[in-house]
């Protein structure tokens, strides 16, 4: 951060990020890389989780990485309260609805298009593997099979958080529009708006209202992504009053390993994490924004994070494919678990790394080479542009 930046941003009250965030000089504003190593940090709570549910720990060392890893389908939520966040921050004055869906397809869709290309193979050569219907593939490619429960898990099972992300994106210039007009005090009223929505759905759910889960449903998970916006828009209007970095971690902590004890996880599951997450984040952009010390934006923990999309995507194809030689559940011991676990983290962070730097990123200049935009170029949230769930 230059240091003409950092006078605009400093204010009587930095901690708390009291005053109104202002561009540089270039007209951006600032980078948020904590943000970008969060975001790794949730990617690997997912991959915990999935370890957990492929037995590959038995006995003492399997029910410790139960306790470790078995709430992780809440980084999922982080991922939807961190786009909110993201996609506020680096929103455009007067940006096209159009533009900005064409960026998001280009963000998101060349790496999904691949792993649907890779989970179909794997469905026709691998045994045991589930093949989709026409009808399945189709909705998946589109990124539209989340809204049919039955259809949420076919082909790459993690892509049913970017059919969320879709609805999200879809509703974004509406939502930003009316977070611009509502001012600090009516966008708190809607960031609370937010969280009863989601305890009603939460209320819902475990009391079997529905006559299915709601955990993947597009429109369900939509205030974690409202209460994201409602932060940043709060950020950058200089009214954000949040405990600081270190608070907000403990809490997103606690959370975390409450879900568990209050609940069997699923959608009830984000209500022990909503407080934590939604001030973590925040929390970490008000730190990068006025200098204050951060673990999570380290130069390595950056450079993960750039890759956690990729990973998040291609993980659990990884482990899918590791069946045929493992089988399921194999239950191993401490050391051969590690071991087994360690080798297949290894072979998806590579994969990762050639998804992100043969895919991900030249589709993404190819898409938008010709797209010159109007206003001043997009912020960077991260250290080199903004994220999508593993990413967004």
Known sequence: ?????????RTPSARTGAATVGPSPSGALPSLPSLTGL????????????????????????????????????????????????LTWSARPRDRAL??????????????????????????????????????????????????????????????????????????????????RLGARGSTALGALAVVALLVLAHADLHHWWSQSIYSFPAARLPEFVLGAVAARLVLLGRWRGPGLEASLALAVIGYFLVPQATHGGYPGTVCTIAGFALLIPAAAVADLHGLPSLWRRRRLVRLGELSFAFYMIHLLVLRTATSLLGTKPHYGLLT???????????????????????????????????RPAVSPEPVPGSREAPAPGRD
């Open 39 to 86: 975001r790794w940090m949730a990617a690997l709570l997912v991959f915990g989780l999935h370890v957990t549910n492929f037995g590959y720990f038995g006995g003492r060392s399997g029910r410790l990485v139960s306790w470790a890893f078995s709430p992780g389908a809440t980084g999922v939520s982080f991922f939807f309260v961190l786009s909110g966040f993201v």
């Open 1 to 9: 951060m230059t240091t003409a930046t950092t006078r605009a941003l």
């Open 99 to 180: 533009a900005f869906w064409w960026r998001r397809v280009a963000r998101i869709y060349p790496v999904h298009l691949v792993t649907v290309v890779i989970a179909s193979v794997m469905a026709y050569t691998l045994a045991h593997q589930p093949r989709p219907t026409p009808g399945q593939a189709l909705a998946n490619a589109l990124l539209l099979h989340s809204w049919w429960h039955p259809w949420w898990q076919t082909l790459n099972p993690v892509s049913w958080s970017l059919a969320c992300e879709a609805f999200f994106y879809a509703c974004f210039p509406l939502l930003i529009l009316l977070l611009r």
């Open 337 to 371: 678990g590690a071991a087994v676990t360690t080798a297949l983290f290894a072979v998806s962070l590579a994969l990762a790394w050639v998804l992100y730097e043969a895919v991900e990123r030249p589709a993404r200049r190819l898409l938008l080479r010709r797209r």
